[in-house]
């Protein structure tokens, strides 16, 4: 009785399979000769089809199959140059493998697809491959920075640092752009915050796509607005929305914790208690708090009035960063909103009131276009759980590899890793 079979295109050009087998630990080898004719000379260049034998064998990983690890088998062919002196001998070039590494391009893609959103570690154990195999292919595979000629018009730049290693200050700035059709990608990782730093990035970028940048966001670092001054002087610099965020929500949560530590001190133990979630209600929108949260609010409120003012004042400066406001109206409400707190007697928002002095117009710059930093904190989150989750990267060049396979790794090698 015949067994039963199945046959499955490889999918490489210019080959003829020979002979398949299995080896002693199940695994598949796939012996193939190349059927393509001639390669370039190392030399002079010239397309040479004279034969001169072939080099030793040569084993190197496919695609698997069926759950099996397999390899392709062949020797590759030697060409000799007949116009070079010597007569010297070039061994064919395949556009299916680069020279001397060990994997197939196919293959090369399958790890860096097994690679998105996943560690070196994983991806080593998963494959059987040593931790300097996954990390070589990411090397040969994937650029180390932005190739700026083939870099479509950007629309948004956006400017943030990250701190690489938690409570020790090692700063990088992580640069990134906004397509026009909303695409995301990434420009840069530097060495730092600092101005000289960003300059000098900023100067790699040519002036046909500099010209075209409408608005930079960034956080309220001067080293960031100085260097966008300087370098991109047509473009309008917008203050993160979010970063303005974090400091009055901020200044109000101080109030809360003050009002909290006071209230511990002289209160019943038993009336301290029905107090107890005050401090993630608080946190929350007015519109998200469920019933049981705006209970927990009232009666917080109901021994902390100071609290309960520094709430609403928050609330209101958000509503005023969510309604659809020119700039002027936005400035007019804002200065609205500044005499509300001052009348208010409170003073945990004075250091955001400062904050607003000095950076008015980047702030309200926000509401020309409303645009923000949304797409830069989002993509931040990410580069955060891919330092957690490969436990800390510090080289820089890999760093910027790994956030560029997470962002486009399946749209890139996806429909490219089909099983041969």
């Known amino acids: 009785m015949s067994k039963a079979q199945i046959t499955i295109p490889l999918d490489i050009p210019d080959v003829r399979v020979m002979q398949t087998s299995l080896n002693e630990r ?104 040593s931790y300097e195999s996954v990390v070589g292919v990411l090397e040969r595979r994937i650029e180390a920075r932005v190739d700026w ?60 796509i500099l010209q075209r940048v409408q608005a930079v966001c960034c956080d309220l670092w001067e080293a960031y607005t100085e260097a966008v001054r300087e370098e991109i002087p047509t473009a309008r610099i917008v203050a ?22 006071r209230l511990k001190k002289e209160l019943p133990p038993e009336a301290y208690q029905t107090l107890k979630g005050s401090m993630h209600a608080f946190r929350k929108n007015a519109g998200d708090l469920n019933q049981e949260e705006q209970k927990t609010l009232k009666r917080f409120f109901k021994y902390a009035a100071s609290a309960k003012q520094a709430y609403s004042l928050r609330e209101r400066l958000t509503a005023i960063f969510d309604s659809s406001l020119s700039q002027k109206q936005a400035q007019a409400k804002l200065r609205h909103w500044i005499r509300q707190v001052q009348k208010s007697g409170l003073h945990c928002f004075d250091h955001f009131l400062k904050l607003l002095d000095t950076w008015w117009q980047e702030i309200t710059n926000y509401f020309i276009q409303r645009e923000n930093s949304g797409f830069v904190e989002g993509f931040n989150n990410k580069v955060k759980v891919l330092k957690r989750r490969c436990y800390g990267i510090f080289n820089l060049k890999h760093l910027f590899q790994r956030i560029y396979l997470d962002l486009h790794g399946y749209r890139l090698f996806a429909a490219t890793t089909i099983c041969g």
């Open 26 to 129: 199940g695994e598949i080898i796939i012996t193939i000769e190349s059927t393509k004719v001639g390669t370039t000379c190392r030399k002079c260049g010239k397309w040479i089809t004279k034969p001169h034998g072939q080099d030793e064998w040569v084993m190197i990983r496919h695609l698997p199959a069926f759950g099996r690890p397999s390899y392709l088998r062949y020797r590759p062919r030697r060409y000799q140059c007949q116009d070079c002196e010597g007569h010297p001998t070039t061994t064919q070039s395949l556009n299916w493998q680069d020279a001397n590494s060990p994997h197939s391009f196919a293959y090369d893609n399958h790890v860096l697809l097994q690679l998105v959103h996943s560690t070196v570690e994983d991806v080593s154990v998963k494959e059987g491959l």
């Open 149 to 208: 000629t083939e870099m479509a018009d950007i629309e948004l730049l956006g400017l943030d640092e990250i701190a690489l290693r938690k409570g020790q200050g090692n700063y990088v700035t992580l640069v990134t752009g906004r397509f026009r059709e909303g695409e995301i990608v990434i420009l840069g990782v530097l060495p730092g915050h600092e101005k000289a730093v960003v300059v000098d990035f900023l100067r790699l970028i040519p002036q046909r």
């Open 240 to 261: 993160d929305r979010f970063h303005v965020a974090r400091h009055y929500r901020e200044a109000a949560d101080d109030l809360r914790k003050q009002e909290l530590h």
